[in-house]
């Protein structure tokens, strides 16, 4: 059954304040290990047991639905480790699960992260079938040197060629591209950028390079022997792509992400808007909204340990706590303000139980790193967003 087709005709309101609810399901494998890379991924030689991942995903959408129960789901992101490394009819399997443990949203995006090897790519057309329709491809680079020193199994050829698959196969797609690469000049990002944007996609996420702990990055870093840009450089790299995605009308509605008008992901809006979401999977995320209050919730890990908990508990929760006002008022903090939209100080105030503080926001405002607008709303500033994690700090405090 195509559980999309048969959805039910229902669309919620969206605004900030009321997100809706999103389900998250982490497929936690890759074909390698990229060396830049700290997601919960894992290579396996041995062929997955996708019938056992279907049966614990199956288990985990009912216990969550028993937690937050008759949802109308807004969105459904298939992330990883490598999802398009999943059957299509495990991805189906999925959906239909969800639809009947909820109601599907009439206008529900439904998005899959995929990797551009021509591999994947021609499974693309199975995913539609099964009611993705939206694709998130994994890019990172335009030219094979860099693609090869980030440890992609793709060329640039394989990957233009994915994402011109992606483009007749779905009316929403996005790539990712990686900057602030070893080596990689102004010049080189502006041409590279510029080529990205030509390609007209109604979303991209450019994300600057990291070095995370317990990645081979970070101890060739560590040894002298990866050459970052320094802090000058990256931030023009950081300003170039600013200016020139807003030349191309794709200005960046979050810290990373850029789209056209109407074509932000859903999905994650719900996150940075301090939604409602469920996460199944190893290592998946949730924020429930139950009686008690706002849960945070998270499982285990590694793979087969989760699959193990799922098939003796019917869930893999390692974590269930419930959040403190203080802590919810943080969250909403730190995701809000990523957005260029900012947040509403009333419903910080909502709920933390306690109002912003006005002199520190003036501080902050005389500094130049946030404004307040004529709604009341407020931004971190162009200036303020690569001190966003302190500003936030400041703000909580
Ligand atoms: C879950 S990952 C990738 C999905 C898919 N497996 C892939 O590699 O294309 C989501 C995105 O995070 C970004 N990413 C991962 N590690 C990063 C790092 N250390 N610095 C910057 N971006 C990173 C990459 O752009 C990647 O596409
Ligand atoms: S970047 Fe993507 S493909 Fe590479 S290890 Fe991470 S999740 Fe896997």
Redesign the pocket.
């Known amino acids: 059954m195509n559980a999309i087709a048969n959805r039910a005709p229902v669309s919620p309101p969206i605004s900030s304040d009321d997100p809706g609810f999103a389900l998250y399901v982490h497929w936690p494998f890759?074909l390698a290990k990229?060396p830049?890379?700290?997601?919960n991924?894992h290579v396996r030689s041995a062929p997955i047991d996708e019938t056992r991942f279907i049966n614990a995903y199956r288990a985990e959408i009912r216990h969550r639905a028993q937690i937050a129960p008759g949802r109308v789901v807004r969105s459904i992101f298939f992330?990883?480790?490598?999802p398009s490394l999943m059957k299509p009819q495990t991805v189906q399997a999925v959906i239909d699960a969800v639809a009947e443990a909820w109601t599907i949203a009439d206008d529900a995006e439904v998005t899959l992260?995929a990797?551009p090897t021509s591999v994947e790519a021609g499974r693309f057309r199975g995913y539609r079938a099964a009611g993705v329709n939206r694709l998130s491809?994994?890019v990172?680079a335009l030219n094979d040197a860099d693609l090869r020193a980030l440890g992609r199994k793709h060329s640039a050829d394989e990957a233009l060629a994915a994402l011109d698959i992606a483009a007749t196969i779905f009316r929403r797609y996005s790539f990712?591209?990686?900057y602030a690469r070893p080596g990689q000049s102004l010049i080189a990002w502006r041409a590279e950028l510029g080529e990205a944007l030509k390609r007209g996609s109604e979303h991209l996420?450019l994300?600057?390079?990291?070095?995370?702990p317990d990645?081979i990055?970070e101890r060739l870093w560590r040894a002298g022997k990866l050459r970052l840009p320094d802090p000058d450089l990256a931030r023009s790299l950081f300003d170039a792509t600013q200016e020139i995605a807003e030349a191309y009308a794709m200005p960046a509605y979050e810290v990373s992400n850029h789209a056209r008008s109407g074509a932000e992901s859903r999905h994650n809006l719900v996150y940075w808007r301090y939604g409602e979401y469920a996460g199944v999977g190893p290592g998946a995320h949730g924020r429930l909204l139950t009686p008690t209050g706002r849960r945070a919730q998270s499982t285990e890990k590694h793979p087969e340990m989760w699959l193990t908990q799922v098939e003796a508990d019917g869930h893999g929760l390692i974590e269930n706590d419930l959040l403190s006002a203080e802590e919810q008022g943080d969250e909403f903090l730190l995701m809000g303000l990523r957005l260029r939209e900012g947040v509403d100080p009333k419903r910080f105030e909502a709920l933390s139980g306690r109002p912003l503080d006005k002199r520190q926001i003036k501080t902050l405002a005389l500094e130049g790193f946030v404004v307040e607008d004529e709604t009341g709303r407020l931004r971190v500033t162009p200036l303020g967003a690569p001190l966003l994690d302190s500003v936030v700090a400041d703000l909580a405090a």
Request: proline content about 0%.
């Open positions: 890759c990229c830049y890379c700290d997601f991924s992330g990883g480790g490598t992260e990797n491809v994994g990172q990712d591209l990686i996420s994300y600057q390079l990291t070095i995370e990645t990055f």
